[in-house]
T-cell receptor, first 113, second 111 residues
C-alpha cells in the first residue's frame, strides 16, 4: 500500500479485556516496529521485526504484550488482560532497510476503562 | 539519564522568526539522527535526517550535528503558524538501528 495502515483507529477496552491491534506496513518494507506513545511523551520502543523474525522485544512492558508477524507483512500487537496503564497510542512503523528513516502509521488510540 | 533529551517547551516564536530546537544524546556511538514533526493527534512524520557533522539544509529547515558534543539541533527559518507542532529528535541505537526518541519539544508560532 501507499502508507502504513493501522486498525482500529480507536479502541475502548474494559479493564481485563484482550485487544488486538493490526499493522499493515508499506509493501516490501522488511523492518517493522511497534511503539507506545503516552500523552505528552515521545514514542517508546516496544518490539522489532525483520521480515517474520522478531529480533527485539526488549521494550514490551510485560508478558501481557505479544506481537507477531507470521508471514513477514501484516503484524498484530496483542495485549492480554488490559490495564489502565496500557492506555496510550500504539504506533506501527516500517522501513525498507537498515539506515532508513521510518514511516509511521496513524496509530491506534487505546483507552482502557 | 535518558538516551535522548529535549526541552519540552513550549517554545514560542513570532511568525517569521527562526525557531531553534535542541537535542542531546548519550550514546557516543550513534551515527544517524532524525527530526520528526508531530501535529496534535497525528503520527510523527520525518522531516530531516543527518549523519555527518555540520549542517544540512532542506528548504526552511537546517539540521546541525556536533558528534563531539553529542548535540543535534533543528533550525526553522521564517517560522509559520503551520509549523506549530511537537518536534521529536530521534537517534539510531543498537546494531539494527532501533530509533530512540526524545520526549519532544512543543513549538508554537504566533502571528
Amino acid at each position: 500500500g501507499a502508507g502504513v495502515s493501522q486498525s482500529p483507529r480507536y479502541k475502548v477496552a474494559k479493564r481485563g479485556q484482550d485487544v488486538a491491534l493490526r499493522c499493515d506496513p508499506i509493501s516490501g518494507h522488511v523492518s517493522l516496529f511497534w511503539y507506545q506513545q503516552a500523552l505528552g511523551q515521545g514514542p517508546e520502543f516496544l518490539t522489532y521485526f525483520q521480515n517474520e523474525a522478531q529480533l527485539d522485544k526488549s521494550g514490551l512492558p510485560s508478558d501481557r504484550f505479544f506481537a507477531e508477524r507470521p508471514e513477514g507483512s501484516v503484524s498484530t500487537l496483542k495485549i492480554q488482560r488490559t490495564q489502565q496503564e496500557d492506555s496510550a497510542v500504539y504506533l506501527c512503523a516500517s522501513s525498507q532497510g537498515q539506515g532508513d528513516g521510518y514511516t509511521f502509521g496513524s496509530g491506534t488510540r487505546l483507552t482502557v476503562v | 539519564q535518558k538516551e535522548v533529551e529535549q526541552n519540552s517547551g513550549p517554545l514560542s516564536v513570532p511568525e517569521g522568526a527562526i525557531a531553534s530546537l535542541n537535542c542531546t544524546y548519550s550514546d557516543r556511538g550513534s551515527q544517524s539522527f532524525f527530526w520528526y514533526r508531530q501535529y496534535s493527534g497525528k503520527s510523527p512524520e520525518l522531516i530531516m535526517f543527518i549523519y555527518s557533522n555540520g549542517d544540512k539544509e532542506d528548504g526552511r529547515f537546517t539540521a546541525q550535528l556536533n558528534k563531539a558534543s553529542q548535540y543535534v539541533s533543528l533550525l526553522i527559518r521564517d517560522s509559520q503558524p503551520s509549523d506549530s507542532a511537537t518536534y521529536l529528535c530521534a537517534v539510531f541505537s543498537g546494531g539494527y538501528n532501533k530509533l530512540i526518541f526524545g520526549a519532544g519539544t512543543r513549538l508554537a508560532v504566533h502571528p
